[in-house]
Every structure is written in structure tokens, then in C-alpha cells.
């Protein structure tokens, strides 16, 4: 049985512990949009679908049931391929557990930034 978009914004809605409430206002829509959204009794715009891939963080295929693959994208770093090994190196200076625990958290507030950057635009 193919899921539909709806139940796919429905899942990760109740996934993420959100109310129709929130996620509608975080889309500038009313709450009822959003409903219909859900229920597919309205199909959201691209600029919508896309707002929601990003929101969710997952890829517009996952959300059209195009694809089971949420592919969400990963925001940490892999600091356990790398903890016990002395592969990870900047400009041939290795980098101990404590460096690269630092470099994950400055990417991590990367993307959280751009993360809300995002939001705002879809907001404008």
C-alpha cells in the first residue's frame, strides 16, 4: 500500500512531537491548511512541499511516497570512524578525539544556523 504524502506529514509531525498548531504557524498557514494538508484533501505547493522536506529533514521524494528512504540528513559528525584511528587529519596534521569533537559541534551550529535561515525564507 503506497503512503501519501499526508500520512507521510502526519508521521513525522507526531515523530517530532509537534501540533498541527506549531507546524502550520512555522509554515505561515493557517492551521486548517494544514489539516487538509494531512488528510489530502488539499495538496500543498511546491514552495510548501519543499518547506516541509526541510523542515522534517527529509527529502521531497520521501514526502510524495516516492521513495521509503527518508534520507534525512545526518548533522553529526562521525567521530567513532574516526575516534580509535589516525586517518582524520587537516593539511597532513592529525586531529585527536577532542579536535574533532570540537569540529562537530561548529558543524553542528552550522547547520542549527542555517536550519533557521532557512525557515525565515520560506516564512518571507
Known amino acids: 500500500m503506497l503512503i501519501g504524502y499526508g500520512e507521510r506529514l502526519k508521521k513525522l509531525r507526531l515523530e517530532s512531537k509537534q501540533t498541527m498548531d506549531t507546524v502550520s504557524k512555522a509554515a505561515g498557514i493557517a492551521k486548517s491548511t494544514y489539516a487538509g494538508y494531512e488528510s489530502e484533501f488539499r495538496q500543498p505547493s511546491l514552495d510548501k512541499l519543499a518547506f516541509f522536506a526541510d523542515y522534517f529533514n527529509v527529502t521531497t521524494d520521501y514526502l510524495l511516497g516516492l521513495t521509503s528512504e527518508q ?54
Request: hydrophobic share 30%; proline share 2%; net charge neutral.
Open 71 to 124: 534520507n534525512k540528513i545526518e548533522t553529526k559528525f562521525a567521530l567513532d570512524h574516526y575516534k580509535d584511528s589516525k586517518d582524520f587529519h587537516w593539511d597532513g596534521i592529525p586531529l585527536n578525539e577532542k579536535e574533532l569533537i570540537e569540529i562537530s559541534e561548529f558543524l553542528r551550529q552550522v547547520v542549527e544556523k542555517k536550519q533557521r535561515q532557512n525557515v525565515k525564507e520560506y516564512k518571507l
